[in-house]
């Protein structure tokens, strides 16, 4: 039985009533719908809508809705959406009065209001993710900082950078996707309910107490614009997407730095998968499905953004097109950051290779440009004569750092004998110890930085 069915003559096709259902998928919204229910019969009743009676057997017969539901005793089925579902299921426990808890109430402003509650959850679980997250970086730069990495610019060797360095400089990606989280749970945590089905409603309902029930921090304004504002969703899978964005690209260092080309790191056996056919294979399937699940999460946002573009004032059914892409994407989400903080904290370091690495590809020629311009020479000087000296070696077969005082001095005879400790990885990253560079020092102080941030959430 339909909770509209009185105005029609006959019962709803059964192709039309699968097409439009939604409990197969509405269900995950369970428990915000019996407890914004619980809030809402309160309301009435605070407010005598309801007699204290007719309120008290409603919140006695949601509650054990609740518990059922829980201990899996009751199958959430049989019906259009979980909101007629828990209603069905309320009427069948508890009779006639039952039929009141709608009363003020409209699914327009009891689904914007589920699918907030639900959503506040989720932004929740997205800020804890990214903590832990940044913790884990947070705990391997500490171990990496005594080491030396390449630095690539265009993928192609730069200058040496700390190892540490380079964790935080996901940290700091990491920490402003969780203020962004932060700042959404704040701005979504604002009340439809009490808008009713678009207009308001004529009953002498009391907002503020549903409010402080359901722990939102403010009402919303207009009843048109509650019902239809999907907004928080949006945002949510914006938050979702530049989240996945950065741990793509943290993913595809993994996979590059994890190569045999590379060598840089190890990823565990655990965390790596096989061949079925080529047995010398260990492939790093987690960060390569992390990178391609991206694409669906941008999918979803554009999806909802298109949803949303056309839909006239006010709710239409399309809104509940806001489902399936948000709980996907949360899904996905939240196995991405779990899955990848586990692997990062058991990532291997093969030290000895990065830093041999580091110092390849004539990487301190802008230490030696460095050097000659401190001295007096122009930098524009400077970086030709270094030049000349990288095309020396090419053509030697020579590194920078493999070069005699003499070779130096044959290309500027402004050169003393530092500058053959100059030319090494180590004293080109420790060299820059500018706020945010790639010393020892300042790796130091950048995980103190993001450790004191990391700790305001
Ligand atoms: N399942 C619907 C949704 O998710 C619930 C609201 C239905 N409202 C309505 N006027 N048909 O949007």
Redesign the pocket.
């Known amino acids: 039985m339909k909770l509209w069915q009185g105005r029609f003559d006959s019962p709803e096709a059964a192709d039309a009533d699968a097409f439009n259902e939604?409990l197969s998928f509405?269900k995950k919204l369970w428990r915000a719908d019996i407890t914004a229910s619980v809030a809402h019969a309160t309301m009435l009743g605070e407010c005598g809508i309801l007699t204290k009676e007719e309120a008290d057997a409603i919140c006695d017969g949601l509650k054990g809705i609740y518990a059922d539901i829980e201990r899996g005793a009751l199958a959430v089925e049989g019906q259009?959406?979980?909101?007629s579902f828990v209603e069905g299921e309320l009427v069948a426990r508890i009779g006639q009065t039952g039929k009141k808890l709608h009363t003020a109430r409209?699914?327009?402003d009891?689904?914007a209001t589920d699918m907030r509650l639900y959503a506040r959850e989720a932004t929740d679980n997205a800020v804890s993710a990214l903590k832990a997250l940044i913790g884990v970086l947070l705990a391997r730069a500490k171990e990496t900082v005594k080491y030396i990495m390449p630095g690539f610019t265009h993928l192609r060797k730069a200058q040496p950078v700390n190892c540490a360095q380079y964790f935080n400089a996901y940290s700091e990606m990491f920490l402003r996707d969780l203020d962004r989280f932060h700042a959404l749970r704040q701005r979504m945590n604002v009340m439809p309910l009490g808008s009713a089905?678009l207009a308001g409603t004529s009953w002498p309902i009391d907002r503020e107490v549903t409010r402080r029930l359901l722990g939102f921090d403010s009402i919303s304004r207009n009843s048109l614009d509650a019902v239809s504002d999907r907004d928080f969703v949006a945002e949510y899978l914006f938050c979702a997407s530049l989240t996945m964005a950065h741990l793509s690209r943290l993913c595809e260092d993994t996979i590059l730095y994890t190569s045999e080309e590379f060598g840089y790191w190890e990823i565990p056996d655990a965390y790596s998968t096989g061949s079925s056919i080529m047995p010398q294979k260990k492939n790093p399937d987690i960060p390569e499905l992390v990178r391609g699940k991206t694409g669906r999460v941008y999918g979803h946002l554009v999806g909802i953004l298109t949803t949303i573009k056309g839909i006239p004032l006010a709710?239409n059914?399309d809104?509940?097109e806001?489902?399936e892409p948000f709980f996907d994407a949360q899904a996905t989400l939240e196995s991405c950051l779990s899955i990848y903080t586990a692997l990062l904290a058991r990532l291997t370091f093969n030290v000895n290779k990065m830093y041999d690495a580091a110092g390849e590809g004539y990487s301190t020629a802008t230490d030696v440009a460095d050097y000659l311009a401190k001295r007096g020479v122009p930098f524009r000087d400077a970086h030709a004569v270094t030049g000349k000296l990288v095309r020396y070696c090419i053509e030697q077969g020579k590194t920078l750092p493999s070069l005699t005082l003499e070779e130096f001095r044959l290309a500027s005879p402004v050169f003393d004998a530092d500058v053959l400790q100059t030319v090494t990885a180590r004293a080109s990253a420790e060299g820059r110890n500018s706020v945010g560079g790639s010393s020892t020092e300042a790796a130091k102080a950048g995980i103190a930085s993001i450790r004191k941030r990391l700790r305001q959430y």
């Open positions: 939604s509405d259009e959406d979980i909101h409209s699914r327009n009891q689904v089905a709710y059914k809104l509940q806001d489902k």
